[in-house]
C-alpha cells in the first residue's frame, strides 16, 4: 500500500525559500512518478512538479520554473521540493502523489497533469506572506 507524508510547509516571507519532504513507501513496481500539488484557498488543485523513476523532473506550472527544483533521495525514500525566491502566489496546501506503473512509460505520460493518482499525502500548509 503506497503511503505519502509530506512536511515541510510554514509561513515565510516573499522571497524566502522553504523545502518540502514527501516521505513515500510502499512501492512494489520499479515504475512510478510522484509528484507535488497545490491548491491556494478558493482556487482549483493544480500540479506543480513530478519526478519519475528515471530520475526525470518535470515542472508543469512555468510559474516556478527556475524557483522551485523536484529532486529525490531513494536510500531515504524520499522526494523534496526546494522552493526559492516565494511569492504570495505560491500561498497554498502542497500535496504530495504517487503512481506505480506496470511497465516502462514515457516521462511525458507518467508526469501528465492529471489528478488521478493511486495515493496522496494529508498535505502541508505553505503560507508566503510578509
Known amino acids: 500500500q503506497l503511503q505519502l507524508v509530506e512536511s515541510g510547509g510554514g509561513l515565510v516571507q516573499p522571497g524566502g525559500s522553504l523545502k518540502l519532504s514527501c516521505q513515500f513507501s510502499?512501492?512494489?513496481?520499479?515504475?512510478?512518478?510522484i509528484v507535488w500539488f497545490r491548491q491556494a484557498p478558493g482556487k482549483e488543485r493544480e500540479q506543480v512538479a513530478c519526478?519519475?523513476?528515471?530520475?526525470?523532473?518535470?515542472y508543469n506550472l512555468n510559474s516556478v520554473k527556475g524557483r522551485f527544483i523536484i529532486s529525490r533521495d531513494n536510500a531515504k525514500n524520499m522526494v523534496y521540493l526546494q522552493m526559492m525566491n516565494l511569492k504570495p502566489e505560491d500561498t497554498g496546501v502542497y500535496y504530495c502523489?504517487?503512481?506505480?506503473?506496470?511497465?516502462?512509460?514515457?516521462?511525458?505520460?507518467?508526469?501528465?497533469?492529471?489528478?488521478?493518482?493511486?495515493?496522496w499525502g494529508q498535505g502541508t500548509q505553505v503560507t508566503v506572506s510578509s
Open positions: 510502499g512501492f512494489t513496481l520499479g515504475y512510478y512518478a
Open positions: 519526478i519519475t523513476s528515471y530520475d526525470s523532473p518535470i
Open positions: 502523489a504517487a503512481e506505480e506503473f506496470g511497465g516502462r512509460e514515457l516521462v511525458h505520460n507518467m508526469c501528465a497533469m492529471k489528478d488521478e493518482r493511486d495515493a
